[in-house]
């Protein structure tokens, strides 16, 4: 059933991008076709805290290896969403479910501040990221792998401390894809970094999730870091998904085009209008 | 990494040759003025005497072998009061730092205890004890007792809780969550412990040893003061200044190896 709802979905989809972009059209089969990602499927979905009710039912389907950004405004729910995708809190109502039966390293989360362990080398901080495999013969490879993957291989043994804000954050996304996980959950993972540091690190997230084709969810307060990398972008206001807006424009995508900003003002203005109703 | 290399080689060089010895100059300062003082009879050699004669009274009873004796049976009873005093603040720590339920249980007694001031238990571990080691032994364990409970219960409970969410999630079990995340964090808090412990075990020891003891240190200062000794009672003075700084040398020691990850102990 649930591979039967992803493959229709992703033919419609396929059609819609064919009318206009046969490129993005030949670079999206391919990467179905190698795709490790795990499809998400969200059913009326709620929580509360406490009398707060913070999710007030979401639906939501995402096709495996999408790219998707969720904005709002702040306490909207977004990053509630993001944590119960990741297992953090528990569900009140509804259900969330992968398609497929998954094991804890499929799915993985990255956050704000990067969470090294400051006594432990970058190496071993990336092995943390391997879970119960930390321990096998190949663990040091394969940190050191994944650490070659976000540019850091010459860091191997520095301890977290020395590193700037973008390179412990670049440990923290090592860390995460050592697993090689099939959905990878962001929450705001570049908030807190600076303008120049943030775009290259855009560029390294878009990178690496096309080379592995994992399903991506970002949770971001950056409606244009939110264009520039998604597939789609959905935008959540009071606990419920009021728009879900698809961005067709082919990749590597050029920043500041005319395409990207239209689409980023339009949904900006969703989200203000929100805002006026309140 | 040139960079690292770059500010921080250079003052790693200069570390053991100039502020090694920096550190030695007050000291060596106060025994020129002091000795300069006595030799003068600026002050009477009945108050004071003379660094020389604390040497030569050092000396002899070196020669004797009681100094190693006596320095010997000291260094014993504070090491173990302090092992065994420390195991047991460590262990309740852990424990009440871990369990709500073991907090819930203990944390409240063990306040209350610690705001009697052990030294004020002396008769009453007389009467216990006699004038026997177990007394001593008792006295330093307590006091060593409280700062290492209270430095590893703190250290624990302030371990960020955002590397726990982050052990949990990568699939860490309680075992390794303590081993990679819990026990690390609360190190540097654990060291604080045992630096105010050190301390603790000195103070008790002296007390200790002055009031009810028939070897040690303190006894050796107070058998010299029925005899007027007056320079054997400030040469066990100055061992223990000797031991205390041996005792805080060790652990700083210790603090920088286990603690070499920490900023704060690259620059010193």
Same mark, same amino acid.
């Given at each position: 059933m649930q591979t039967v709802l992803r493959t229709a979905l992703s033919e419609t989809e396929l059609a819609s991008r064919a009318s206009f972009a046969p490129q993005a059209r030949l670079e999206r089969e391919e990467r179905r076709v190698q795709t490790s990602g795990?499809?998400?499927?969200?059913?009326?979905?709620?929580?509360?805290?406490?009398?707060? $009710?913070?999710?007030?039912?979401?639906?939501?389907?995402?096709?495996?290896?999408?790219?998707?950004?969720?904005?709002?405004?702040? #306490?909207?729910?977004?990053?509630?969403?993001?944590?119960?995708?990741? #297992?953090l809190e528990k569900i009140d109502a509804g259900s969330?479910?992968?398609?497929?039966?998954?094991?804890?390293?499929?799915?993985?989360v990255m956050f704000q501040e990067p969470r090294l362990l400051p006594w432990a080398r970058v190496l071993s901080n990336v092995e943390v990221g391997l879970g119960r495999d930390c321990a096998s013969s190949d663990a040091h490879a394969r940190a050191?792998?994944?650490?070659? $993957?976000? #540019?850091?291989?010459?860091?191997?043994?520095?301890?977290?401390?020395v590193l700037s804000g973008g390179q412990k954050q670049r440990v923290a996304l090592a860390r995460a894809l050592v697993s090689r996980p099939r959905v990878l959950a962001f929450d705001e993972p570049l908030g807190a970094l600076d303008a120049l540091?943030?775009?290259?690190?855009?560029?390294?997230? $878009?990178?690496?999730?096309?080379?592995?084709?994992f399903t991506a969810i970002l949770v971001t307060h950056d409606v244009s870091e939110a264009v520039a990398l998604a597939d789609r972008v959905l935008v959540i206001d009071e606990g419920r998904i009021a728009h879900d807006v698809m961005v067709n424009t082919i990749r590597p995508r050029e920043r500041g085009s005319a395409e990207l900003a239209r689409l980023e003002g339009s949904i900006l203005s969703r989200l203000l209008s929100a805002d006026d109703h309140t | 990494m040139s960079l690292v290399d770059r500010v921080f080689l250079p003052r790693k060089i200069r570390l053991p040759r100039v502020e090694g010895l920096v550190q030695w100059i007050v000291p060596?300062?106060?025994?020129?003025? =002091?000795?300069?003082?006595?030799?003068?009879?600026?002050?009477?050699?009945?108050?004071?005497?003379?660094? @020389?004669?604390?040497?030569l009274a050092g000396w002899k009873l070196l020669l004797s072998g009681e100094l190693i004796r006596n320095i010997w049976v000291s260094f014993w009873r504070a090491s173990i009061g302090f092992l065994i005093g420390g195991s047991i603040g460590f262990a309740f720590g852990l424990a009440n730092?871990? @369990?709500?339920? @073991?907090?819930?249980?203990?944390?409240?007694?063990?306040?209350?205890?610690?705001?009697?001031?052990?030294?004020?238990?002396?008769?009453?571990?007389?009467? =216990?004890?006699?004038i026997d080691e177990s007394a001593k032994l008792f006295l330093v364990a307590l006091g060593v007792f409280f700062p290492i409970y209270?430095?590893?219960?703190?250290?624990?409970?302030?371990?960020?809780?955002?590397?726990?969410?982050?052990?949990?999630?990568?699939?860490?079990?309680?075992?390794?969550?303590?081993?990679?995340?819990?026990?690390?964090?609360?190190?540097?808090?654990i060291f604080v412990g045992i630096r105010f412990a050190l301390g603790i075990m000195w103070l008790t020891l002296i007390v200790a040893e002055t009031i009810a003891a028939s070897s040690g240190l303190g006894y050796m200062a107070m058998q010299a003061r029925e005899f007027m000794l007056i320079d054997v009672v400030v040469l066990s003075i100055l061992i223990y200044a000797l031991l205390g700084k041996l005792a805080d040398t060790a652990s700083r020691v210790l603090e920088r190896l286990m603690l070499s990850w920490h900023p704060a102990y690259w620059k010193r």
């Open positions: 795990l499809p998400l499927n969200i059913r009326g979905l709620r929580k509360s805290f406490g009398d707060n $009710e913070v999710l007030r039912g979401i639906d939501l389907h995402i096709p495996a290896g999408q790219f998707v950004a969720i904005v709002g405004k702040s #306490g909207c729910g977004k990053s509630t969403l993001l944590r119960l995708i990741a #297992g969330i479910s992968f398609g497929d039966d998954v094991l804890p390293q499929d799915i993985r050191g792998k994944a650490l070659a $993957e976000v #540019g850091l291989a010459d860091k191997r043994d520095q301890w977290p401390s540091t943030r775009i290259s690190m855009q560029r390294l997230l $878009e990178r690496v999730w096309r080379d592995q084709g | 060596l300062a106060i025994v020129v003025v =002091w000795q300069v003082a006595s030799v003068t009879g600026f002050v009477p050699v009945r108050v004071l005497p003379a660094p @020389s004669d604390v040497a730092g871990l @369990s709500q339920l @073991s907090a819930k249980l203990t944390d409240t007694t063990l306040q209350m205890v610690r705001n009697v001031p052990h030294l004020a238990l002396i008769p009453l571990v007389i009467l =216990w004890f006699g209270l430095n590893t219960l703190h250290g624990i409970r302030t371990v960020d809780p955002q590397l726990i969410e982050m052990g949990r999630i990568y699939g860490m079990t309680d075992g390794e969550l303590f081993r990679r995340v819990i026990f690390p964090g609360a190190l540097p808090s």
